[in-house]
């Protein structure tokens, strides 16, 4: 039997999908990785003693499963949202969570909303279901597009807040709006909230159709350990329960977690550092360089390239991206979208990273040959 015929008896809708591009991820040392948001500082102290402490001399625990529910994981979660461990659920990642919901509500037939530009992964995963993807685009102001979703009849919709790839924070009016007029589950990823002035967490209390979603990757320094968590509803956590792997957060992924959230100065002391480098770098980019970039609510700012000659366009995003991949430099573009293509997404970095990257950015402005397509210097309004 060949491959070519075992692949006709999967599940068609399957053949027909694009995975989901996750950024580079190069292996070998020596990247100023500003592509996925990662933090730029390393987890606590406390994680690494807790993982030591666990692993222990000879690893023995690594022979039994972990706490299937992530049990005090959980319980420490609910505490620090003032909710009660039967709001929470515990993730693989925040991917997990978010594939475990469109598993919960999308199918064939029944469609899944999500807001346009956003993460790319939402239709990915309700594309896997099979599922018809409704896109709620954003106008060029990025307001929530309140309307759309609350005339959608979708059984769910995505939404990131503060947003990805524009790092642009809403109005928590709209955020009012949406969940109070959605009749569906609205799912509110707040995976940069923590970057934010403001979150709405809380809100779980009052909507029982709001699910927020968080991550440890970018605020706890551990993308590496993928560790992610959903607030929500008794009822759609016992959902979420149902369907999730019985164990599907690691033993080392629980305790790393759990330490993290524990040293709460040490996180807060790295998220002031982080807001503070951002809004350094957000002047630079804007005042001295004069580059349209949206305020961000993120560990990221979504910057709008210029070049020697103040044109912008996708071919000098494109020069721009090409010349600090030479220089070792990694940032993200999203050349598909209008909204996005003329933008390159950086990801806050260390002082020092981010120093190298305004050089690296002189010297792209001194050398970059004229790209030949670029749209003409002109205004460009938020
Ligand atoms: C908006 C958004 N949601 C969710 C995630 C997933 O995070 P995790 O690493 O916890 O899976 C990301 C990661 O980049 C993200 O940007």
Redesign the pocket.
């Known amino acids: 039997m060949s491959a070519n015929s075992i692949l006709q008896r999967a599940r068609p809708h399957l053949l027909a999908l694009h995975a989901y591009v996750p950024g580079l991820q190069p292996q070998e040392p020596g990247w100023i990785k500003l592509n996925?948001?990662e933090n730029a500082y390393p987890p606590s102290p406390r994680v690494v003693e807790a993982l030591q402490r666990e692993i222990g001399a000879d690893g023995a625990s690594l022979r039994l499963y972990p706490s299937p529910t992530s049990a005090p994981l959980r319980a420490a979660v609910a505490r620090r949202h003032g909710l009660k461990p039967e709001n929470v659920c515990i993730g693989n990642?925040?991917?997990?969570i978010?594939n475990l919901l469109v598993r919960c509500f999308c199918g064939p037939e029944v469609a899944g909303a999500w807001t346009v530009p956003?993460?790319s992964?939402y239709p990915v995963l309700i594309g896997l279901e099979g599922a018809p993807v409704q896109a709620l685009e954003f106008e060029r102001d990025l307001r929530l597009p309140v309307g759309g979703i609350v005339r959608s009849e979708a059984p769910i919709c995505f939404l990131?807040t503060p947003n990805?790839p524009t790092g642009v924070g809403f109005a928590a009016e709209d955020l009012r709006a949406a969940i109070a007029g959605f009749r569906g589950l609205l799912v509110a990823?707040e995976?940069?909230a923590p970057f934010a002035d403001s979150d709405i967490a809380g809100w779980v209390r009052e909507f029982p159709n709001l699910c927020v979603?968080r991550?440890?990757?970018?605020s706890h320094c551990l993308?590496g350990q993928?560790?992610?968590y959903a607030l929500a509803h008794p009822e759609v956590i016992d959902l979420l329960d149902r369907v999730r792997d019985s164990y599907n957060v690691s033993r080392l992924s629980q305790v790393a977690a759990l330490a993290a959230f524990e040293d709460v100065g040490y996180y807060d002391g790295l998220v002031r550092t982080i807001r503070a480098t951002r809004e350094r770098f957000f002047r630079e980019l804007t005042q001295r360089r004069g580059w349209f970039t949206y305020p961000s609510q993120t560990n990221f700012v979504f910057t709008e390239p210029r070049d020697a000659a103040g044109r912008a366009g996708p071919e000098v995003v494109k020069s721009f991206y090409d010349h600090l991949v030479a220089n070792k430099i990694l940032v993200r573009c999203f050349p598909s979208h209008p909204l996005t293509r003329n933008f390159a997404r950086i990801s806050i970095g260390t002082d020092e990273e981010m120093n190298v990257l305004g050089q690296t950015i002189d010297t792209w402005l001194q050398n970059a040959p004229p790209p030949s397509s670029a749209a003409p210097a002109k205004p460009t309004s938020s």
């Open positions: 996925t948001n990642g925040g991917d997990d978010l956003s993460y992964l990131t990805a990823d995976t940069y979603t991550s440890f990757s970018k993308a993928r560790i992610g």
